[in-house]
């Protein structure tokens, strides 16, 4: 749920963090605190109270540091966010207090997806699939800090597809097997970034509103497919977009037409 803090143990297992580093005590900000190693079930994601013990533990904490002079609470940090490791009901009292800050003792957890302050499990969900993308495609050896972003996490298995079948033809080219790291270096160099170059100098927003350009690269693959079982292989991606423009302003104009058309026909008979 939305409202529900995230938990380390999932965070670490679909992030595949590669190193661990200790940050030392320094101040953080209340609001990144998101997550927990162990208190699901005590705290929602503001750090209100679910239970009565809990409740009653942070009313004596809150009395105990009048002045918010808590100890350092213990806490993991992943990108810009953190979890909870010790300090639950200080941070709950920071939190009611709309403290900015509490001191803490950081240990950073460092993984190719840099989660933001405000992760939800969707991210979560997102960063594996792009981890899982990386290493199947063979990409994360060609181009190790490149970052893919969709707006739908099924648009990395779905860009996973193009690379394998540009692959299936290397090889029937080539009449030979060949390893992941060729076939992504291949895609890369000859069809993605050419495409992105062409995308990059489009107007897209009429087809794809708030789409990363990845999305675009996907939608501009699918236009590029649908186009050449009625014209044949080797579309230019010039002449995609055009024919794609054209018929979505079509399909805009129709109902418009039609419209004109019947007030026109009114007018005549009257």
């Known amino acids: 749920m939305a409202h529900e803090l995230l938990v380390l143990e999932e965070a670490t297992l679909r992030l595949r963090p590669f190193a661990r580093r200790f940050l030392g005590v320094r101040p953080i900000d209340v609001t990144r605190i998101v997550g927990t190693d162990s208190r699901i079930g005590d705290f929602d994601r503001d750090f209100h109270a679910l239970r009565p013990h809990v409740r009653e533990r942070r009313r004596r904490v809150a009395v105990a540091f009048p002045n918010g002079e808590f100890p350092p609470i213990v806490v993991d940090k992943l990108g810009e966010a953190y979890f909870v490791i010790d300090g639950h009901h200080r941070v709950a009292v920071a939190r009611a207090r709309r403290m900015a800050t509490i001191d803490a003792e950081v240990t950073e957890l460092v993984a190719r997806w840099h989660l933001s302050a405000d992760a939800g499990l969707i991210e979560l969900v997102h960063a594996e699939q792009e981890w899982l993308f990386m290493t199947e495609s063979g990409l994360a050896q060609v181009v190790p800090d490149a970052h893919i972003r969709f707006t739908r996490a099924v648009g990395y298995s779905q860009l996973l597809e193009t690379i394998q079948l540009h692959g299936y033809n290397l090889m029937l080219e080539a009449q030979r097997p060949l390893r992941h790291d060729e076939i992504a270096r291949s895609w890369y160099s000859?069809?993605?970034?050419?495409?992105?170059?062409?995308?990059?100098?489009?107007?897209?927003?009429?087809?794809?509103?708030?789409?990363?350009?990845?999305?675009?690269?996907?939608?501009?693959?699918?236009?590029?497919?649908?186009?050449?079982?009625?014209?044949?292989?080797?579309?230019?991606?010039?002449?995609?977009?055009?024919?794609?423009?054209?018929?979505?302003?079509?399909?805009?104009?129709?109902?418009?037409?039609?419209?004109?058309?019947?007030?026109?026909?009114?007018?005549?008979?009257?």
């Open 190 to 270: 000859h069809v993605y970034l050419p495409t992105a170059e062409v995308l990059a100098g489009e107007d897209l927003d009429l087809f794809c509103p708030g789409a990363t350009l990845w999305d675009r690269f996907l939608w501009a693959n699918e236009q590029r497919r649908e186009l050449s079982v009625e014209h044949g292989p080797g579309q230019q991606l010039a002449d995609v977009i055009r024919v794609a423009t054209e018929e979505a302003l079509r399909r805009r104009r129709g109902p418009l037409s039609r419209l004109r058309s019947r007030v026109s026909s009114r007018r005549t008979r009257g």
